[in-house]
């Protein structure tokens, strides 16, 4: 296993444009993150999935952005209607979960980011 | 609210010499604490983390931290620093408010340390 794998490693676009970022996990995880990092800043939580299903995502930063995990394995988050504003890496993270777990005390295994950049 | 604070910007350390790294959080309920390191151009790669239990904690690359529920702390520490421990290093705690207990994280120490 490489670990997680995330595409593309850099994006420039104009501001208005739609983006597309995708995530891989680990792929015996069940539990995949999305988190934003701003320069100077800690990594931002954004939403997660158990397998296919989105249990949080009243953290997305606004409704120009959403995520999906259709199968379960791979992971994409879009961005429409960029706006300078967005600019900063998109961080993926995994990690496994099973019923019984304490909740939050597995531990993110974090891809290199997609760094994201408006004009 | 929830939050973690990492007071210190930078951390300069001379090879050789112990380093600390220092963290606070707010949380409410049990804390949950983790310390994860980011090399450039690389993922953030944990190091170690509190649950439960004896308060030293070890983990990655000869760190060690120390949980301090008086205080409120979790700070980092390393008997001997190394050139090679020079990167960004991020406290986290668990987020008790969220669902599955995201990550809250600071916004990061860089260490550098000196030959």
């Known amino acids: 296993d490489t670990g997680v794998s995330q595409n593309p490693r850099h994006k420039i676009t104009k501001r208005g444009q739609n983006v597309t970022f995708r995530c891989d996990p680990i792929?015996?995880?069940?539990?995949l993150y999305w988190y934003r990092q701003t320069l100077g800043q800690g990594p931002e939580f954004l939403t997660y999935f158990q397998n296919e299903a989105q249990l949080e995502k009243s953290r997305l930063l606004s409704d120009r952005f959403s995520a999906e995990r259709p199968k379960g394995s791979f992971s994409t988050l879009e961005i429409q209607r960029t706006e300078q504003g967005d600019s900063a890496m998109y961080l993926c993270?995994?990690?496994?979960?099973?019923?019984?777990?304490?909740?939050?005390?597995?531990?993110?295994?974090f891809g290199a980011g997609s760094r994201l950049t408006v004009l | 609210a929830q939050s973690v604070a990492q007071p210190e910007d930078q951390v300069n350390v001379a090879e050789g010499n112990p380093l600390t790294v220092k963290c606070t959080y707010s949380v409410s309920g049990n804390p949950y604490l983790f310390w994860y390191v980011q090399y450039p151009n690389r993922g953030l790669q944990f190091l170690l983390k509190?649950?439960?239990?004896?308060?030293l904690v070890k983990g990655s690359y000869g760190f060690e931290a120390e949980f301090n529920k008086s205080q409120t702390s979790f700070h980092l520490k390393k008997p001997s620093a190394l050139v090679s421990d020079s990167a960004l290093y991020f406290c986290?705690?668990?987020?008790?408010?969220?669902?599955?207990?995201?990550?809250?994280f600071g916004k990061g120490t860089k260490l550098s340390v000196k030959p």
């Open positions: 993270a995994s990690s496994s979960g099973r019923a019984g777990d304490l909740a939050g005390a597995n531990v993110l295994t």
């Open positions: 509190y649950i439960t239990g004896d308060n």
């Open positions: 792929s015996e995880h069940n539990r």
């Open positions: 986290a705690v668990r987020d008790t408010e969220g669902s599955q207990g995201n990550l809250i």
